[in-house]
């Protein structure tokens, strides 16, 4: 009797599905719960202690829409940003060979651990009133743009990097083989098995940058209706002692970024099917 077997590439496709532990299951709920949904949950409760209206009015007051707008833009124009010059920087350190490569792979890291408030002091020395290089950009909405992109660089940079160290160079050898051009190779052939790690990394950025509050503060003076973002909003309310209204503006992010999020994740998904 013969048995059908199916081909090996099949095979290697399957996917062997392990029953989870229960105990480590448990652990790993607990803590997501305890650091996670639980606090979450809290904002979005202390944010309805006054009721819909309040919480709509908070959101929707000049001072505070205009700083969610000035927020979400940004971060939306950063993340569009990071993603084309992260995946030209993933690019260069992995393909390219030059004097001093491993100070550059190293540098890029350098905004995980400088403390965002000295970032954002660094960037007002660099690019303030009394600037070395001459450029006074302090203030204004390229400010914060440039604080930014600053500190979510390093997101793209580090998804798309290991996946093109790890991409099958024979698949581009084949494609030049069958007479197809650089640009034609890189669009066909190595951009869809980059679309999982873009989008990680994308979704990585918009999300600092979103909820950045320390490189910002110093360098946008925090002016109303012009460079004050949402976090700084929020910090003002709690200032004020109007925590419903900084709970209400805090949700109205939150929903936002997993709207983003869940959005990117659909393209994520979506290009690895289409991988």
């Not at 719960?33 to 309805?48: D, E, N, R, Y």
């Not at 505070?64 to 939306?76: C, K, P, R, V």
């Not at 084309?84 to 792979?105: C, N, Q, S, Y």
Request: proline fraction near 5%; glycine fraction near 8%; hydrophobic fraction near 55%.
């Amino acid at each position: 009797m013969a048995v059908a077997t199916a081909p090996p590439g099949e095979r290697a496709r399957t996917r062997v599905r392990v029953p989870a532990s229960g105990v480590g299951l448990g652990i790993a709920t607990l803590y997501l719960s305890t650091i996670v949904f639980i606090p979450l949950g809290a904002i979005i409760l202390k944010s309805q202690d006054a009721g819909w209206s309040t919480f709509w009015s908070a959101v929707t007051a000049p001072q505070a829409w205009a700083a969610l707008q000035l927020t979400i833009g940004i971060s939306l124009v950063v993340t569009l940003v990071n993603i084309v010059m992260g995946t030209l920087i993933a690019w260069v350190l992995v393909r390219d060979e030059f004097p001093g490569k491993r100070v550059v792979d190293t540098l890029i890291d350098l905004p995980f651990a400088l403390p965002t408030i000295v970032a954002g002091l660094v960037l007002l020395a660099l690019y303030g009133a009394k600037s070395p290089v001459g450029i006074d950009i302090a203030y204004t909405r390229l400010a914060v743009a440039v604080a930014l992109a600053f500190v979510t660089l390093p997101f793209v940079v580090r998804t798309v990097q290991p996946v093109l160290l790890e991409l099958d160079r024979e698949m581009e050898e084949a494609a030049a083989s069958l007479g197809a051009s650089r640009l034609t190779t890189f669009r066909r052939v190595i951009l869809p098995n980059l679309y999982p790690a873009i989008a990680a990394g994308a979704a990585l950025s918009f999300a600092r940058a979103i909820s950045e509050f320390g490189s910002t503060v110093l360098i946008s003076g925090n002016l109303p209706f012009k460079t004050q973002v949402a976090s700084v909003q929020i910090f003002g309310q709690i200032e004020s002692d109007n925590i419903v209204a900084a709970a209400a503006i805090s949700t109205a992010l939150l929903v936002v970024s997993l709207v983003v999020l869940v959005g990117i994740d659909v393209l994520q998904r979506w290009g690895v099917r289409r991988g």
